[in-house]
C-alpha cells in the first residue's frame, strides 16, 4: 500500500502536468486570439472590380412595374423620373459581416428622396463648400435639415451632383436583419436595401461604390478553433474528475494512515509492557522492531511485508509478561532454572497472539524468534527455512539489539566482535541469507 506522502507526491505531479498542458493551451490559445483579432480588425472592402466572392454588394433597380415612375409637381414645366434602387449584400465568410457601410459616389445629378431602413450620411458640395449631414430619410422634420433641398410636392428632394457622395449606414436595432448579417455552412447571409432617386432620364448610373466592412470569425471557427474548443472544456472536465479523485484517495488515505497511526500506537503499547519489567532490555522491542524492518527492505519486501515484520518484532517478547522480574531483573547470568523459565515467554506471547486474524505472522514471530537455522533453538526445534522468514529476521535483529547494549556481567561488543560473531554463527544460529544482507548494512545502522 503505498504511503500518504507517496500518493499527495503522485497526485501533485499530476497537477503539474496538468497545470504546465493547461499553461501550454492558454497560451496557444492566446496566440490564437491574437491571430483572430488580427484578422476580424483588417477593414476590407468591396467594389464593382472586387474578385473577391466572400463579401459582395450589387446596386441594381428593384425592376418590378411600380417602381419607377414619373413626376411633374416637383419642378415648373419639367418632369423628373422616380426610381427605386436595391442593394443586395451578400456574405458568403461562413462568418459575420458586421461595420459594414456603402458609399456611392454620384456621377450625374440626381435627387435623393428616400432610403430604407439605415440613415443617410449625405455630403454635398455646393459653392466649394462641403456640406455633410446625417438623416434618417423616412422620419425627418424639414427645419432641421441644413442641406440644399426642394420640397417636390410631398416629397423631399435632396439635390446631388458629380463628386456628391451618400454613405449608407445599416440600421442596428435588435430587429435589424442589416448587421450583423450571418452566414452558415450552407447558406449564404444576405440582406437588402433600398432609396428611391430622382432624375431627368430616370437613369442613374451607380457603377461607383465602395463598400467597407469587417468579418467577425469566432475564436472557436475552423479547425484550430474547433480544437480549442475540445481541448479547454476536456481540460477543466479533466480537472474535476482527477480533484475528485484526488479527493477520494486523499480522504482515504488519511482515514487509512490514521487506523494504521492507531495500529503502531498500540503494538508500540504492548512492547513497551513488554519490556517494562526488565530494566536492562527498556526500549528493547521499538529497536528490534525498526533493525527487522531495515533488514525486510534491504531484502527488497514490499512495504506491507515490511510493516508485518516490524509489527511482529514489536510483539515478539510481549510474553516476557509470564517472566517473573526476579529473573528479568538478574545481573548474573541465569541458572539453566532460568532460562527454562525465560523460554517459555515463546509460548505465552504466541497464545496472547494466536488469534490476531488481522496478522497472523505475529504469532509466528512471538513462537519462533529463538529457533536456530540448525534445529539447536527453543521451543520447537525448528531448522532451516522451517522456520518462518519473520522470525529468522527478527533473530537477527534481536542478537544485535543485545550486543550493543552493556549488561551487568559484561560489556558491549564491539562492532567487529559483532561481525565476527555472526560471522561465525551464519548458517548454525542464523540464516546464512539475512546474515549477509544484515552484515552488508550494519555499519549503518543506528541504535
Not at 480537472?239 to 487509512?256: K, Q
Not at 527454562?340 to 514471530?365: D, F, R, W, Y
Amino acid at each position: 500500500m503505498w504511503t500518504l506522502q507517496a500518493v499527495r507526491t503522485i497526485i501533485r505531479r499530476v497537477f503539474l502536468v496538468l497545470g504546465a498542458s493547461f499553461a501550454i493551451i492558454i497560451i496557444s490559445f492566446i496566440f490564437h486570439i491574437l491571430q483572430v483579432n488580427k484578422y476580424n480588425n483588417l477593414e476590407r472592402y468591396d467594389t464593382p472590380e472586387t474578385v473577391s466572392m466572400d463579401v459582395t454588394a450589387d446596386i441594381h433597380p428593384r425592376g418590378l412595374l411600380t417602381d419607377s415612375w414619373e413626376k411633374n409637381d416637383a419642378f415648373e414645366n419639367t418632369i423628373i423620373n422616380g426610381k427605386i434602387y436595391e442593394t443586395t449584400i451578400t456574405n458568403n465568410s461562413k462568418s459575420l459581416l458586421v461595420d459594414w457601410k456603402l458609399r456611392v459616389n454620384i456621377k450625374e445629378s440626381c435627387w435623393i428622396n428616400n432610403a430604407w431602413t439605415g440613415l443617410m450620411e449625405i455630403h454635398q458640395f455646393v459653392g466649394g463648400e462641403e456640406k455633410v449631414q446625417t438623416l434618417d430619410l423616412r422620419n425627418y422634420s424639414a427645419e432641421d435639415i441644413t442641406l440644399d433641398y426642394v420640397m417636390g410636392g410631398q416629397d423631399l428632394l435632396i439635390p446631388l451632383n458629380s463628386g456628391d457622395y451618400f454613405i449608407y449606414h445599416p440600421y442596428e436595432g435588435a430587429d435589424s436583419g442589416e448587421v450583423p448579417i450571418k452566414s452558415s455552412k450552407d447558406f449564404a447571409g444576405q440582406t437588402n436595401i433600398g432609396f428611391i432617386l430622382y432624375s431627368l432620364s430616370g437613369e442613374n448610373d451607380l457603377s461607383d461604390f465602395v463598400m467597407t466592412y469587417h468579418i467577425h470569425k469566432s475564436y472557436f471557427a475552423g479547425p484550430i478553433g474547433m480544437t480549442f474548443m475540445v481541448l479547454i472544456p476536456l481540460w477543466l472536465m479533466l480537472m474535476l474528475i482527477l480533484g475528485i479523485i484526488a479527493w477520494i484517495v486523499l480522504y482515504f488515505e488519511s482515514t487509512l494512515f490514521y487506523q494504521s497511526q492507531i495500529i503502531t500506537d498500540m503494538f508500540g503499547l504492548c512492547s513497551t509492557l513488554a519490556d517494562e519489567k526488565d530494566y536492562y532490555h527498556n526500549g528493547h522491542s521499538i529497536r528490534v522492531a525498526n533493525f527487522s524492518r531495515k533488514i525486510a527492505e534491504t531484502m527488497g519486501m514490499d512495504k506491507q511485508d515490511c510493516d508485518i515484520v516490524y509489527y511482529g518484532a514489536l510483539l515478539h517478547n510481549i510474553g516476557n509478561y509470564a517472566v517473573p522480574e526476579r529473573i528479568l531483573g538478574k545481573t548474573t547470568p541465569l541458572t539453566p532454572e532460568d532460562e527454562k523459565v525465560v523460554q517459555m515467554h515463546t509460548i505465552k506471547g504466541s497464545k496472547l497472539t494466536e488469534n490476531m486474524k488481522s496478522m497472523p505472522q505475529a504469532a509466528l514471530a512471538t513462537l519462533y524468534h529463538h529457533e536456530r537455522y540448525d534445529g539447536s533453538g527453543y521451543p520447537t526445534g525448528k531448522k532451516g527455512e522451517e522456520i518462518p522468514l519473520i522470525a529468522r529476521i527478527i533473530a537477527v535483529a534481536d542478537n544485535y539489539d543485545d550486543m550493543i547494549h552493556e549488561r551487568a556481567y559484561r560489556g558491549r561488543y564491539t562492532v567487529d566482535e559483532i561481525k565476527q560473531f555472526y560471522k561465525d554463527n551464519s548458517g548454525t544460529w542464523f540464516d546464512p541469507l539475512v546474515v549477509d544482507v544484515f552484515m552488508d548494512m550494519i555499519d549503518s545502522m543506528e541504535e
